[in-house]
């Protein structure tokens, strides 16, 4: 590895709220505060271009960790800036990281910033647009975000909570290898009919992808006792494997990410991490580096 190949670093698999999650005392978080090892971060990924440009797409307030995970992941130094940001959506742990751009940390300006208009109107309501030269990005439209990075970057659109902002995926297009950053949506029957494919396939096959990062948020309906988790959706990891089944020759590499605290295939030791791996599907894992 090393400069002069597209490389993409998963920075966290976490949900918004990471591992530990703040007013937790569940034992994944418990233990995690005791054992810095077992933290995990909100989700986001950085992409070094053949040029060594670096690109990071999510902005969580763990950007102090996530910087120093990429560092060290692609042996750079320490300190390392991010060339560019591009954003999935708006919810807090996707965009909580911004205001590290601006004078009370780097001190940066005219970053570019890729997003959907709704999303950046959202950054600028909220007075996180400062450190950055905002450009909005239609879905479906391939572009490089710099000048001889050597990858491309496509939105592709999917449903979820849009309350205050649409919400997409994106594809990072490199010159060997493509992969599909899906943290969030709501469910599958939603995505599918939007994109009018008839399977998780289908529609992977469609673009063109051999890697897929998918939202991995819950296992099952009954981690969150007391919360309606209808109210909270997302696809869980049991329906996503029940649609999938094993994984047979020609498929993409699937690997979960955006997942809570309270998921238990968390635990590399655990039934539903092995599950999810006896059926040729993998579960993130944070300083992972995917050549492209």
Same mark, same amino acid.
């Given at each position: 590895?090393? +400069?002069?190949?597209? $490389?993409?670093? /998963?920075?966290? +698999? =976490?949900?918004?709220?990471?591992?530990?999650?703040?007013? &937790?005392?569940c034992h994944r978080c418990v233990a995690a505060l005791a054992d810095p090892s077992l933290r995990r971060h909100p989700v986001a990924c950085g992409v070094r271009g053949v040029d060594g440009s670096l690109h990071l797409i999510e902005a969580s307030r763990a950007l102090p960790d996530h910087l120093a995970i990429w560092s060290s992941a692609l042996g750079m130094d320490a300190g390392i800036r991010p060339d560019t940001v591009c954003l999935t959506h708006a919810h807090l742990g996707h965009i909580d990281g911004l205001g590290q751009f601006g004078t009370e940390a780097m001190g940066v300006g005219g970053v570019p910033l890729f997003a959907s208009s709704s999303v950046i109107g959202a950054i600028e309501r909220r007075g996180l647009a400062t450190p950055f030269e &905002? !450009? =909005?990005?239609?879905?479906?439209?391939? %572009? !490089?975000?710099? $000048?001889? &990075?050597? %990858? $491309?970057? =496509?939105l592709v659109p999917v449903p979820h909570r849009d309350d205050e902002t649409d919400t997409h995926a994106v594809v990072i297009r490199g010159p060997d290898a493509s992969v599909l950053f899906l943290p969030d949506h709501d469910d599958w029957s939603q995505t599918l009919e939007m994109h009018e494919a008839d399977g998780i396939r289908e529609w992977l096959s469609r673009l063109g992808v051999g890697i897929a990062l998918l939202d991995g948020t819950f296992w099952d309906a009954s981690e969150l006792?007391? !919360?309606? /988790?209808?109210? /909270?959706?997302?696809?869980m990891i049991t329906v996503t494997l029940e649609r999938l089944g094993e994984r047979r020759q020609g498929d993409p590499e699937i690997l979960f990410v955006h997942m809570n605290h309270s998921n238990p295939a968390l635990d590399e030791a655990s039934e539903e991490a092995d599950r999810v791996e006896a059926l040729g599907w993998s579960v993130a894992e944070q300083s992972s580096v995917l050549r492209l």
């Open positions: 590895m090393g +400069v002069g190949s597209v $490389e993409l670093v /998963i920075l966290g +698999v =976490a949900q918004d709220g990471g591992v530990p999650q703040a007013g &937790c005392s &905002c !450009r =909005a990005v239609e879905p479906g439209v391939e %572009f !490089r975000p710099s $000048e001889g &990075c050597g %990858f $491309e970057y =496509a006792p007391g !919360r309606e /988790i209808s109210q /909270i959706p997302h696809p």
